[in-house]
């Protein structure tokens, strides 16, 4: 089904099913290439998104099955970023969306396969996790074009890979196929190309299936342990509201019972 918000970008689009929503990134005739626009449209589309109860797991793609995301829209280089002026006010909106993404209240993760550079690569390094297809392509090519990532972006990608991988990357520039980046650390898993969707979703649906309350107080202190955890987000009283919740009283009855649980986020 197509989900009830609407972004503001015909690039972007979101489908919900069994409590998975896939954010697809549509713009395949520049390898889905991400633009101001679509930037901007991140923020409240992962508020939405994390706010839905409906909602269990955020899968975020790239259309077209052939690339995740090639990064931001270079074709806006000589306009919107022409200078630091320019620059700082793109970064922001760029670094906006990261920050949409990594705290989101669900899980996110990354399905890359083809191309996955520059701010795409920062994208996917915003989700939790991140399973890549064989074939797909890593890379931060910032050094070679001459511009400055800022500082929270760059937080981003040192909690996810570490400050030795984030400086190699950044300083050579170079890419990488998808086995040296799940030696780096880039992506949790690689599986062959044909075996990439059915994987997230088995993933996905693992994750879904299991105590909402309990995940999203994991996420805000796994955050808070590696310096990214929203301000306003108390992982402590998450974890209290776990205790409290109908979803306890059900997971130790399901055990006891020997069966399934059933969880409702309540």
Same mark, same amino acid.
């Given at each position: ?34 633009d ?6 991140f ?6 998104l ?8 955020v $899968? ?40 949409? $993404? ?5 899980p $996110? ?31 931060i ?126």
């Amino acid at each position: 089904m197509t989900y009830s918000f609407s972004p503001a970008t015909s690039k972007l689009g979101v489908s919900l099913s069994g409590g998975i929503a896939t954010l697809a990134i549509d713009n395949p005739s520049k390898h889905n290439a991400l633009d101001l626009e679509m930037w901007q449209a991140f923020p409240g589309l992962m508020a939405a998104l994390g706010r839905d109860p409906e909602v269990r797991v955020v $899968v975020v793609r790239g259309a077209g099955g052939e690339s995740f995301a090639s990064g931001a829209d270079i074709g806006e280089f000589s306009t919107l970023r022409a200078d630091a002026e320019g620059g700082r006010r793109y970064e922001a909106v760029n670094e906006a969306a990261f920050w949409a $993404v990594a705290h989101c209240a669900k899980p $996110v993760i990354a399905m890359i396969r083809g191309f996955c550079l520059g701010g795409g690569f920062g994208l996917a390094l915003s989700c939790d996790l991140r399973v890549a297809s064989e074939s797909a392509v890593f890379g931060i090519p910032a050094a070679r074009l001459g511009i400055g990532y800022p500082p929270g972006a760059m937080r981003l990608v040192t909690a996810a890979v570490g400050a030795p991988a984030a400086k190699d990357l950044f300083f050579t520039a170079r890419r990488i196929d998808a086995r040296e980046a799940a030696r780096l650390g880039v992506v949790q898993r690689v599986v062959p190309d044909g075996q990439l969707e059915d994987t997230v979703l088995a993933l996905a649906e693992a994750i879904a299936g299991n105590a909402p309350l309990t995940i999203r107080a994991a996420k805000a202190a796994i955050d808070r342990a590696v310096g990214v955890a929203h301000p306003d987000v108390d992982p402590v009283a998450l974890a209290d509201r776990c205790f409290d919740s109908l979803d306890a009283a059900e997971g130790r009855n399901a055990f006891l019972e020997k069966r399934q649980p059933v969880f409702t986020g309540r």
